[in-house]
């Protein structure tokens, strides 16, 4: 039950093998018995799990299901749920029960999906490693002495752990593809603006998305089916047409253009994860498809105009954490201005004041035109890049990471060697595009390697059909650490 | 570019984060490093660049002139650190 | 030495949307505190803007009354700085391009007409409100407020005096609501005025180091304030001193400005494009349909009556003060036309003097246009005299015999004796019981011409036509 996918879930859901209420107490024992060793949850709350678990059996013996009825979801705790705390991995939000839903929960529930629990997180999604979390380091399933990734880490765990059969995750540079990557499971994050920002904390708006993560790019496209969708109160969301995001998972994959930026497989990608990615290129063209090379030049900036451009949106995002009508509050305080600092000197861990300082500072007087402005110059070069390459190729791979999971406290110290960890994938935020990572293997220490795709805008459905098409030809997807 | 402990400071004032002479000091150290990565762009000639502000090049959508919300101060003030009279309080505000 | 005083308005014009501009909470006023804040206006964790079609419209409209250019796109950014009344640690606004740039305001002070250049007008959202009543040494936050959209009404320094400020914000307070943008309500705020002021030699070009005086929500203040400012700062210069640029406060107890804020420690307010929302793009389709539904603006209006009713600048301007009353005047002129002279006057000094008098307003004005009409169709055919007239018109006001003016002229008898033969009669019967005062005349007393007249009335009780009785007794006398 634990290993089946989310198809075979709905299936003996549906011809009443298990109710969704026994599938969700099982899940959570599970997760009880688990948690305080992967750290994987934040808050789990049985008694509304169990009374969606209620409602979903209900649905079902209504004849009302639909594919994710009765399923239990792991939400990420970025995601305000109405009536469950939702802390962000910050003290901040340490006491935040969100009198409301973000729009991704909302879908959820329609589609009678179970909340199973709150997943940890880095602070406000800022970090790589889930070591920045106010709750505490995630364990990574593969190796507990290395990291889960970030800022999705809890979400991670908890699919490759197998304590949820899926989850959510939201990824501003990396967030749902690095951890997915390091905990050997798949996770997209879709087009910008198909998944709504409304209720999901911000931490960089006009980079962040939210996606799903699991086991499978089969389940992946179940969930991005319930996920997506125009939300009216997201001035960013997307107005489109419906789509099934499952409709060419059986497509063949014969005459595929793969395109290999060469600023990709330069240096800085060690041995083992190479060796990984360059079996998973030759498993394509066993499929059928070919590989061209492509290049990316500015590619390479990636980090730097990341590193202007999300502190710098964040820094504004988080001046409504102040201590008056909600969240943390210093205990003692002198003036008004003495209450906001060291309401925000406390609530906020070291990395978030870091990025807060980051970007007010390149958003200050005299400064904006040489950073901000630079950076969104910048960021239209790269949209460039991507635009060019795919003249040449379909689709675009390569490493979704530089090196398998490090150990745990093995960067905190260095947040530049952090920051490096999402060398890949922030170029997919900053151009909007959607990108994945699925699992192709092991390295160093038997952990983990992810193959990073990265899409055309919009082009999700091939992309989960090259995924899926690889997975069916191979079983890494379903190696399981536990 | 160099960064200083009084550059530090002053942008914490301006982000309300408060910070003592250790934490400024670790802090520098920190952000100088990280500005030395993002100095890596001044290398790219972008004078001919239009700044990319949005990931898809869509116009803003415009809501109906209605009134939607009710009433829900009671809801939203039970996770406010402190209420009265249905205001929010706050330490005395000076103009 | 002589010095001109240079002063440039930024006006806050509260847009009369229902909901807010970001959110769909009432903008209504007077709601008990945090009822009218939603999760967006209280900036809870994740919560995201989306922009009302009604004060882009109304933003529109304004930019289309002046003159000005519609912006497209328009952006929208966010200006950041901590303060209790502001939820979101920043205020939603637009810096580099707003929806509404230039235009100009004809403003008439004194009897000539001047013009005002506008810089822009923009879209911002209001914050909420600090109340200092002391709660325990704390003060409460009330953020209904937060949220409401503004127009931020911002001219080129080209005032001269606080005299051409006061004109330019009453045209402007008056244009703002001819065309139904803004209730104008000053005691509520929806109408506020910052001034800049800075001062020079006479004759100079380069102008002076300006202070900004906030919080000026009456004409009066408005007034004042810049008197005030103008005169301490030619008095620190006079004294060899130099004026510091900063942000002043108007005290109106005190009547003094005082220093609120320098511009060293003037924010940093690290204004950028808010990622939450995307360029404002005006199709010229919406603007044309948008110029289709806009009045008579009242510029255009006193051009024509002054053109085609012969009225004078003056009048022509009280009556275009307010689109209410110009409306008022052309329904009443409907009824009695060719009598522009007459019903101005009637608008201007008996409607409006009451109206004033018991504090309402011209819509709900117990006479109507066409019973005014009627009322001074009865002075222009000589049924009864002015003085009569203004009898009737307070019986009307109170709704006395249905408000009908005949009836009422009936009733109290108050018609005119327009008679020849009648009057005649009268004449000679006065003339010959005041022999002394015909002689006085005749000897060249021209006083006494009037003491006869008056004695004639007073034998009618008023009623005999005026014009009547004094060429009556003039033949009589002369001839």
Redesign the interface.
Known sequence: MFNASLKQLSLQLAEKKISSTELTTEFLKRIKALNPEYNAFITVNEELSLAQAQAADKMIAAGQAGPLTGIPIAQKDI??TKGWL?T?GSKM?S??????D?GVIERFNQAGAINIGKTNMDEFAMGSSNETSFYGPVKNPWDHAAVPGGSSGGAACAVAARLAPAATGTDTGGSIRQPAALCGISGIKPT??LVS??????F????DQGGPMAKSAEDLALLLNVMTGFD?????S??RDVEDYARDLQKPLAGLRIGLPKEYFAEGMSKDVESAIEKALDEYRKLGAQTVEVSLP?AP?A???Y??LAP??A??N??????????H?AKS??????????S??EG?GAEV??R???G??????GY?D????????????I?QDFAEAYKQCDIIMGPTTPTVAFNLGEKSGD??QM?LSDIYTSAAN???MPAMSIPVGFGDKNRPVGLHIIGN?FSEAQMLNVAHQYQLATDWHLQSPV | MTLSVSDVKRVADLAYIEIDEDEAKETLIQLSGIFNLIETMQAVDTSTVEPMSHAQSVVQRLREDAVTETDQRELYQSIAPQVEAGLYLVPQVIE | MQWEIVIGLEVHAQLSTQSKIFSGSSTAYGAAPNTQASVIDLALPGVLPVLNKGAVERAIKLGLSVGAKINSPSIFARKNYFYPDLPKGYQISQYELPVVQGGNIQIQVDGAEKNVRLTRAHLEEDAGKSLHEDFHGMSGIDLNRAGTPLLEIVSEPDMRSSAEAVAYAKTLHALVRWIGICDGNMQEGSFRCDANVSVRPRGTEKLGTRCEIKNLNSFRFLEKAIDYEARRQIEILEDGGSIRQETRLYDANKDETRTMRTKEDANDYRYFPDPDLLPLEIPQSWIDQIKQTLPELPQARRDRYISAFALSAYDASVLTSSREMADYFDATLKQLPAQAKLCANWIMGEISGQLNKEGIEMTACPITPSQLAELLARIHDGTISGKAAKTVFESMWNGELDKNVDAIIEAKGLKQISDDSAIEKLVDQVLAANAQQVADYRNGKEKAFNSLIGQIMKATQGKANPAQVNAMLKKKLDG
């Open positions: 995601f305000c939702t962000c939000l006491n935040f029960v969100s009198p409301y973000a910008y603006g920002r409304y209720g999901m904390i911000a960089a708006s006009s980079l009216p109160r997201d001035s960013t997307l107005q500015n900036l980090i730097p105009v590193y202007v710098a949106e820094s504004s988080l001046s409504r954490f102040d201590g008056v009508r909600y969240g509050r305080y002198g003036d008004l201005a003495d209450m906001y600092r060291k925000r000197a906020f004041k870091r807060i300082l980051i007010t500072y390149v958003l200050s007087h904006y040489a950073y901000y402005i630079k950076a969104q110059k910048l960021r239209r070069l949209a947040p530049i920051y900053l151009t909007g805008y």
